[in-house]
């Protein structure tokens, strides 16, 4: 048996869009629906515990009765209007993909492994952050991406795993997941697969007990990654396909 597969989260995980990109152009979507509240750093980092940007801002406006009290039609119109300032971001270039990721986006092709995306934000986030950081053919190195509403239950539910390995034709016993929170961790080993985790600064401290490795980025040459949990815990390392061969392996033998 061999590694045939990885699947990639998107927020967070190919780029740490969260602080900089959703939270600001949700605060701007609030702004311009004449809402009287904003997202700081603190809060934002609070409501990811809550998957999808929806879902995101009714679970806030539940906590804060004090607030005007949006229908779900008005939210739905928020969160377009918040995707159209995301693009615009993403299109002018502002976010860089973390560091490692398109050295083993690029590698993984060269070893003829099949490339999927498993998030929860909406396809036209997942297209403008590929097409700005990757080049306009950038979609088309996935095989399958699973975005946004194209699944009932979000992460932490599995279902948007399931789907993608639905569309892959492949079992979990053949596919890695490369996530970056608890809830996706949770998702990705819902759906039966080994994850890898590269934490960000909202995702510091969540558990992530169940992952086979816990790295704080997926490294380059000349800064690799610190691996923080796991086998090997306190090692440096580059991530690359002969890397993750040997800890799928070792999973797979143990």
Known sequence: MSLRALIFDVDGTLADTERDAHRVAFNQAFAEAGLPFSWDVPTYGYYLRVTGGKERLRAFLNEHPELPQLSDADIASIHRQKTGYYVEMMNAGLLPLRPGVERLLNAARD????????TTTTPANVES????????EAPQ??????????????????????YVLGQLGLPAADCLAIEDSANGLQSARGA??????????????QDFSAALRVLDHLGETASPAHVLQGQAAGEQVVVDIPTLQEWWADLRQG
């Open 111 to 118: 070893h003829g492994l099949l490339l999927a995306i498993a």
């Open 129 to 136: 952050l590929l097409k700005s950081t990757l080049g306009a």
């Open 141 to 162: 190195r996935f095989h399958t991406i699973g975005a946004g509403d194209i699944v009932s239950h979000k992460k932490p539910a599995a279902d948007i795993y399931t």
């Open 192 to 205: 039966g697969l080994a994850t890898i985790i590269t934490q960000t600064e909202y995702t510091k401290g």
